[in-house]
């Protein structure tokens, strides 16, 4: 049985993974490894040196996460609008089609109710005419016949002696025009 060196076990890793992934986990073993040897550092500095490196570890760690807080949340608003953009557009699209839609439905509905009025006129139509025809060959009177007080002669519209003809007026053949005079 033979042994592998970590050289051997790292080439075998990384025939089986992406290369991509072989150089985050050698960038994360450096990490690593720089922590330890700060941390080893710290432990043998003096105290002094210790506190410097304290508070400029916190000042950078603070401004890392900053970064990292500013980075989180601008890429968070970065999504937020895209959804918020497609929304929009989908529901631009929704509010198009549902007004083409409404605005057929419209039209149909005018087009039925101007048939139904064509219709309703024609019928009127034709029912004047039978119900004019009617008082035309009907020998019955109808209100607007009947004669009311103001039709009734007056005295004066009555004919008196003078109107009446007398003998003069009769004519005589004497009075009658031949063709040939």
Do not use: W
């Not at 807080?69 to 959804?83: P, T, Y």
């Not at 139509?125 to 009311?148: A, C, P, R, T, Y």
Request: glycine content about 4%; aromatic content about 2%.
């Amino acid at each position: 049985m033979t042994r592998k060196t970590s050289g051997e076990n790292q080439s075998s890793e990384n025939t089986s993974e992406d290369p991509g992934d072989a150089s985050e986990s050698l960038k994360e073993k450096a990490k690593n490894g720089l922590q330890k040897a700060a941390v080893a550092l710290v432990k043998k500095a003096p105290k002094k040196v210790k506190e410097t490196m304290k508070d400029e570890a916190k000042d950078q760690l603070t401004k890392q996460l900053k970064a990292k807080f500013k980075k989180e949340l601008h890429s968070k608003a970065e999504n937020a609008s895209e959804k918020l953009e497609k929304a929009k557009d989908q529901n631009a699209e929704n509010v198009h089609e549902k007004a083409e839609m409404a605005k057929d439905k419209v039209q149909d509905v005018l087009v039925n109710v101007k048939d139904k009025l064509k219709d309703l006129k024609e019928a009127g139509e034709e029912f004047q005419e039978k119900v004019s025809s009617k008082k035309k060959d009907s020998g019955l009177k109808s209100v607007n016949d009947i004669k009311g007080a103001n039709d009734i002669k007056s005295s004066n519209q009555l004919k008196s002696s003078k109107d009446i003809k007398s003998s003069k007026d009769i004519k005589t053949s004497k009075d009658i025009k031949t063709i040939c005079s």
